[in-house]
């Protein structure tokens, strides 16, 4: 008999959290899952490692579609979240990560700091491949769950781009998926690949009731927006963004030529 294929689940927003719940329910009968999440809140976490001081991993119970479902959860970034996963919960290769869904939208120059997307990155340090799926929110919801949010259609394209990875993988030289859902999208809603755009998307600002506190609000520069990127797709189409993404973050310039510059032969 062959065995399911293993996904694990994971995010930034926390064990408890409804966008988590929702990617977990999507792909239930595609796979065996791992679930495994920050105890709370880790959003901005990227993929860091901050020291744990509770190094305990801790068994939960999870209801999956009217069906309880063991999870773990301890008090580590996105990013450890998958390291635990790999070396002490499973001894079984990981087929696919999840990453998500994530409540609010990871766009443009900004994705590094996204601990969705940290998740993802992990994921791939390991070979393993991973989607990397956010839902545009409003701010407020960011940090704190909500049931007015419908990740009905974010689930859907989780579902509709896990089922794809599992079948064939990822393209050559492709290492995740990041998967941006506008809140107007349904499941009729077209998706695009769109490359990352070079713009921050979210911008710093001084909160309007504290200004000794820095929140974020989204702005987009119209003028200079790449028409093919994922924040154009996203923000001005309102389509689903599909971006492909890879661990190497190298300029993608010749290395002679940068030789030739450093040494100060300008051409």
């Known amino acids: 008999m062959v065995d399911k294929p293993l996904i694990l689940i994971t995010n930034d927003d926390g064990i408890d959290s409804p966008g988590l719940h929702a ?13 495994v999440a920050p105890t709370s809140q880790r ?18 119970e999870i209801l999956l579609n009217g069906q309880l479902q063991p999870g773990f959860k301890a008090e580590f970034s996105p990013a450890q979240a998958v390291i635990a996963a790999v070396l002490e919960l499973t001894q079984r290769p990981i087929d696919l990560c999840i990453s998500g869904v994530n409540f609010g939208e990871n766009l443009g120059s900004t994705v590094t700091s996204s601990g969705t997307v940290g998740a993802a990155i992990e994921a791939a340090c390991f070979n393993i491949p991973a989607l990397a799926v956010s839902l545009e929110t409003p701010n407020e919801f960011h940090t704190r769950y909500s049931s007015e949010i419908d990740f009905s259609t974010a689930a859907y394209f989780t579902r509709r781009f896990a089922q794809q990875i599992l079948h064939q993988g990822l393209p050559l030289r492709v290492d995740f998926l990041k998967i941006d859902v506008p809140a107007t999208a349904t499941p009729q809603t077209p998706w695009r690949v769109s490359p990352l755009s070079r713009q921050r998307y979210w911008h710093p600002v001084r909160q309007q009731d504290d200004q000794q506190k820095i929140g974020y609000q989204a702005m987009v520069d119209y003028n200079t927006l790449e028409p093919e990127s994922d ?5 001005v189409d309102r389509q689903v963004a599909v971006t492909p993404m890879t661990i190497d973050m190298s300029a993608p310039v010749a290395a002679a030529d940068v030789t030739r510059f450093l040494n100060g032969k300008r051409q």
């Open 23 to 35: 990617a977990a329910e999507a792909v239930t009968d595609l796979a065996e899952l791992l679930i």
């Open 43 to 60: 959003t901005g976490a990227g993929r860091s490692y901050p020291p744990v001081h509770d190094k305990n991993i801790y068994p939960v």
């Open 231 to 235: 924040v154009h797709t996203f923000a």
